[in-house]
């Protein structure tokens, strides 16, 4: 247990709840914010556009930690991906292509080594080239500070930017990679 630190759940599927004063008060003095896993698509539907988004990003605003799993890691991107109601193996879905940008011009997918997806964000970038595509895989984390990706646990983070890497359009980062989101490229 953590002594002195309070955490607050919040779920609603309501706009109208998401927009709300009592539902937005947690929110106001929170020093971090996790995104659990589940379907991309019912955060857009519920959040996208309202104050609940403003004021979670409004704690990345005042230096907290925003952070997630799953769904809550790919709503981070600016682009969304797997956000279709209709199923997750479709990568881009209109009207349900716009991420929280917490991560901007990045689009981030997850659970790659787990379900086959090495090659699946090479259409979102070869369709959208300003996106650099992150796959991520299980047991695996990005930590980003500022314009800096630094890769966290025993897995790989693909890096897909459009150019071919030895005959495939991503590259892998590992445990302590680091890589420049501005420039696109990895610091040594």
Not at 36 to 61: P, S
Not at 115 to 122: P, S, V
Not at 152 to 175: C, K, M, S
Request: glycine share 12%; hydrophobic share 40%.
């Amino acid at each position: 247990m953590m002594l002195g630190h309070t955490f607050s759940v919040l779920h609603t599927r309501n706009r109208d709840e998401a927009n709300a004063d009592a539902f937005l008060e947690p929110l106001l003095g929170a020093t971090a914010v996790w995104f659990t896993g589940g379907r991309q698509w019912r955060l857009v539907d519920a959040y996208a556009g309202t104050r609940t988004e403003r004021e979670i990003r409004g704690v990345l605003d005042r230096g907290g930690l925003i952070a997630g799993a799953s769904a809550g890691a790919t709503i981070q991107g600016s682009y969304l991906v797997r956000g279709a109601p209709a199923g997750n193996t479709i990568m881009m879905a209109p009207g349900h292509e716009r991420g929280f940008a917490y991560v901007c011009n990045v689009a981030i997918d997850q659970h790659i080594d787990t379900r086959g997806r090495d090659f699946d964000l090479a259409q979102v970038v070869a369709r959208y080239p300003n996106l650099l595509g992150l796959g991520i895989d299980e047991h695996t984390a990005v930590l980003v500070q500022k314009n800096v990706a630094t890769v966290i646990g025993n897995g790989r983070v693909l890096v897909t930017d459009g150019q071919d890497h030895g005959g495939v359009p991503f590259y892998a980062l590992l445990e302590g990679d680091r890589l420049d989101l501005a420039t696109w490229t990895t610091i040594s």
